[in-house]
């Protein structure tokens, strides 16, 4: 799938002092650990899943079912503040074509992007059901927050 960027500054606080007061040996698997525990606990599904870091920057290996699982993913991690990039490795055992993304801006809502990518302001739940669980509420959205937007069938 490839390399993503993310805003840094933008997302889930997930690392707490733990994580970003360790010592520099420890940090980066420490925040691994914290990345893999919120992709658990989103409930998201994998065969395997390794995650890295290097400084900012996540590397994903590891083996998903469906193009869609491996999307989640990547964004359930690249969603996170102090994420930068992800790099997605895994392999996908049932390839399909991959979805688009969209990064919210100040002032959007769903049924806008959703009239921006289909035509239809209605088929806002499309994007909001293609970004569950990491969506809770379709008016919960924040500028910097990157979207799957799934194509239509």
């Known amino acids: 799938m490839g390399l993503f960027s993310f805003i840094k500054d933008a997302g889930a ?10 010592p520099v040996e420890e940090k980066a698997q420490l925040k691994a650990s914290a990345l893999l525990n919120h992709v658990k606990e989103l409930g998201l599904s994998y065969q395997t899943i390794v995650i890295k870091l290097k400084g900012d920057d996540v590397t ?13 993913i990547v964004l359930a991690v690249g969603n996170v503040e ?12 049932e390839p ?3 979805a688009q993304y969209h990064t919210v801006e100040k002032g959007e809502w769903l049924s806008k992007i959703a ?19 990491m969506l ?5 959205i924040y500028p910097g927050q990157v979207l799957r937007i799934p194509n239509l069938d």
Not at 13 to 22: Q, R
Not at 136 to 140: A, R, S, V
Request: glycine share 6%.
């Open 136 to 140: 809770k509420d379709p008016d919960l």
């Open 60 to 72: 994903l290996e590891g083996k998903v079912d469906k193009q869609e699982d491996a999307e989640k």
């Open 115 to 133: 009239k921006k990518y289909y035509g239809d302001a209605n088929k806002y739940t499309v994007i909001f059901e293609a970004n569950k669980p």
């Open 96 to 98: 399909k074509p991959e």
């Open 82 to 93: 102090g994420v930068d990039t992800v790099d997605n490795q895994m392999e996908v055992v």
């Open 13 to 22: 606080k997930i690392f707490g002092k733990k994580e970003t007061e360790a």
